[in-house]
């Protein structure tokens, strides 16, 4: 096994010259899956582990929306160097597989396709039976890869995918401006770190000095009050450790400690900006490789006939914003992604290709407001905005050197509370339907959160959050579909997303009048609508900032899934526990007053709100809801309902024949439970 890999890495070190942007890959690691079991016609499966070494050139048309690529360190050839991670899984005999790799963005580093589409035990280093799940994706053939793409990802313990992007200079010299960082908590703590998430500390660009006495910190309790400088004296660059505070340059320490909920702004002078766009001609070069490198160097030589991206959430936004910027073709001029499934990305895009901003951040209800993520062009087509007078669309690049992918986006309906999904077939005024092109879809799953089925507890929510199991039985189906289209051109079925013209999209007053005064739950007080920012005039064509923060102007307008009489939505695709529900199902959960801001929404989170059981229960406390007795007299009855709602939605292409037999069985399980 060591010979073989360490022959592997000489042929691949010797044929730089060969492969264009990818100059040497080396495999550490080549080794049997899931203990070598077969999966169906695909037969074993193996992984494989390295890293990979590109070169790009910055006189390529195909690198030209790349930020900062000129200010880049250049090597003899003229070239900028980074290096990526990969890990590979494919049948052993790929010949064998199925033709479609499947690409899945990392999110923070973190590799989700095993756990969403095969149900298998999460991992960024998948080996065993238990990481493989059911085998959905081996049963079906596909070869599956990922690579590291997100400069700020840095290592841990749990074998997070990196890459090394090269840092910008003017001249030589450090380059360093002005940074703008939002900061909050949940507990009442001395300090965090730049970019903090429940899924790992993001490598902040740091503050060019500890003292950096230009800098400002102030606080508020929502987006919309008015701002409390926090007098210089009372925080510091540094990380409060063992009842001390140690001086850091990529942490905010706050005398008082950080006020749960409440948003912390801070401004300062920042250094060292990652040519961070980098990490996106990463990707597109890593899949480049796979799809055509030598048969001398490449284990999918030969094998690979399309290429699929997918990509949940900040991962959903990086496919979006690597297509608005023109990507999918390497630097020969080929196509890199044949189709695309965004999943709970709503309409945003990020900030993956500027200059010190960080690719972690985005917005929500309460937080990220000034983050940028959403930003026009929102939708993929052409559209103006009445306000500034720009005229734009998210696919307008990728359109232009003919290399579109078909596209598939799916949405919770937390990304309508929360992530502005609306804007994404709307007019930005919110006034219209727009007429989305033939090769995207758009579909709601109703009644679904972004961060898929809890496990019901509250989180940081007032209520039990979401129990509903989308996912996987949604996912799976929609890339069965776009393995379809790309391969032979079969249509998948028709968007289905709440609309104006039939009034299942409403604005949240009409929603507010909708929902159910189900007793003891309040109502959020309004959805997230993003503003427009002002960057300076060249934080477009050059990904800098010279305004910092932004400048706030009049908020895009977005709209809301409309609810029946139980607070169920209408639209979209109904699962069958939704369309014969046990109680009601939501892409919002109010904050717990313990974390601060109770009266906003949990970022990414849902409730599932049961029914009474009885006519006498709900009596009782007043709730509206019809109870279980009075929808189901008989367990079978319910039964039957909710088999027919899963065939219904299997003969209209959003289940596969599996996952109508698994919500079938669970709910037999629970019924007899």
Sequence with gaps: MISFVRQFIIAACLCWLAHGEVTRIEITERSPFADGKGFGPAGAYERLKGRMFIETDPVNQANERIHDLQRAPRNARGK?????DFFLLKPVDASKGNGVLLYDVNNRGNMLALWTFNDGERT?????????GHGFLMKHGFSVLWCGWNGEVQADDTQRLLCGLPIATENGKTITGKAHLEITSTEK??????????????????????DNTDATLTMRPHRDADGIEVPRAEWAFGRWENDKLIPDATHVYVKARLRPGWLYDLVYTAKEPRVTGLGLTAMRDCVAFFRHGDPKTNPLAGAVEKACVFGISQSGRVVHHFLYEGLNGDEQGRIVFDGALIHVAGSGKGMFNHRFRMSTEYGTQHEGHLSGSEFFPLA???QTDPVTGESGNSLARSRKSGHTPRILFTQSSTE?????ASLLHTDVEGQTDLTLPDDVRVYLVAGAQHLGKSDGTPGICQQPRNTLDDRG????????HLVKWVKNGQTPPPSRHPRLADQTLVTFGTWKSQFPKIPGHHLPTHAYQPPRLDFGPRFQSEGIADIIPPKT?????????????????????????VAVPLGTYTGWNLRSPQVGAETMLSPLDGMFIPFAKTKADREKTGDPRLSLEERYPT???????????AKKLQAEGFLLDEDVTRIIERAEKMARD
């Design 553 to 577: 102007g009049k908020p895009f307008l977005t709209l809301l899934p409309a609810v029946n009489a139980d607070g169920n939505e209408t639209s979209g695709i109904v699962l069958p526990e």
């Design 189 to 210: 703590v001395f300090s965090r770190a730049f970019s903090w998430s429940p899924w790992g500390v993001g490598a902040a660009f740091p503050s060019a000095s500890l």
């Design 416 to 420: 309508y509370w929360s992530r502005a």
């Design 124 to 132: 960024n280093d998948p080996k065993t039976e238990a990481h493989a």
């Design 80 to 84: 900028v160097e980074s290096w990526t």
């Design 473 to 480: 039985p949604v996912l799976r189906a929609m890339l069965m």
């Design 635 to 645: 367990q079978s009855e319910y039964l039957t309902c909710l088999t027919e709602a």
């Design 380 to 382: 993929p087509l052409p």
